[in-house]
């Protein structure tokens, strides 16, 4: 079993920052790929960054150049720096772990950004 925490959610103004970060712990072996997605309010849960093992990205176009996801792969941990919030970038933030062929998500950080 493998389990996911994530932190640093909150409120924030736009134009403001927040960085999230997410750990894994339990039967981890070979992580291929962490991610980040966002569901927001009555909505579906998108992907909003991913970082595959080797260090390629990729992001939603709604937060290119704003948004940032790094990991450290061998603490098992993920991040993404959020820069320049907007209201619409309000949701609950899951982070997803993909190893062997299967996939792991946590509960979520809610992130709120005021106009």
């Known amino acids: 079993q493998v389990q996911l925490v994530e932190s640093g959610g909150g409120l924030v103004q736009a134009g403001g920052s927040l960085r999230l970060s997410c750990a894994a712990s339990?039967?981890?072996?070979?992580?291929?790929?962490m991610a980040w997605y966002r569901q927001a309010p009555g909505k579906s849960r998108d992907m909003v960054a991913i970082?595959?093992?080797?260090?390629?990205?990729n992001y939603a176009d709604s937060v290119k150049g704003r948004f940032t996801i790094s990991a450290d792969f061998g603490k098992n941990t993920v991040y993404l720096q959020m820069n320049s919030l907007k209201p619409e970038d309000t949701g609950v933030y899951f982070c997803?772990?993909?190893?062997?062929?299967?996939?792991?998500w946590g509960e979520g950080t809610l992130v709120t950004v005021s106009s």
């Open positions: 970082i595959i093992r080797g260090g390629s990205t």
């Open positions: 997803n772990l993909g190893q062997g062929g299967r996939t792991y």
């Open positions: 339990g039967n981890i072996f070979s992580i291929n790929a």
